[in-house]
C-alpha cells in the first residue's frame, strides 16, 4: 500500500504563496534516503532560502528525476 506525504510551504516575499506537495509513493523512505543525501556536511535539512543558485538547480534537478 502506498503511503502518502503531503508537504506545505510558504513564501511572503512578494505577497503570500502557500504551496503543498502530495506524495503518494511505496518507496517514500528510498525517497527520503535520497533527499537526506543531498544534505551537506553540518546540515540538518535542505531549505531552498539558504542555498546557492547552483545547489538549488542541483537539488531541483534531483527531485525532477524522481518518481514521485
Not at 513564501?11 to 517514500?28: D, M, P, R, Y
Amino acid at each position: 500500500m502506498p503511503s502518502r506525504r503531503i508537504f506545505i510551504d510558504e513564501t511572503k516575499q512578494n505577497g503570500f504563496v502557500l504551496v503543498a506537495g502530495v506524495i503518494v509513493s511505496s518507496e517514500f523512505t528510498d525517497i527520503r534516503k535520497v533527499l537526506r543525501g543531498l544534505t551537506k556536511p553540518g546540515q540538518a535539512r535542505i531549505h531552498m532560502r539558504d542555498e546557492r543558485d547552483s545547489r538549488k538547480r542541483e537539488i531541483a534537478d534531483v527531485v525532477g528525476r524522481m518518481e514521485v
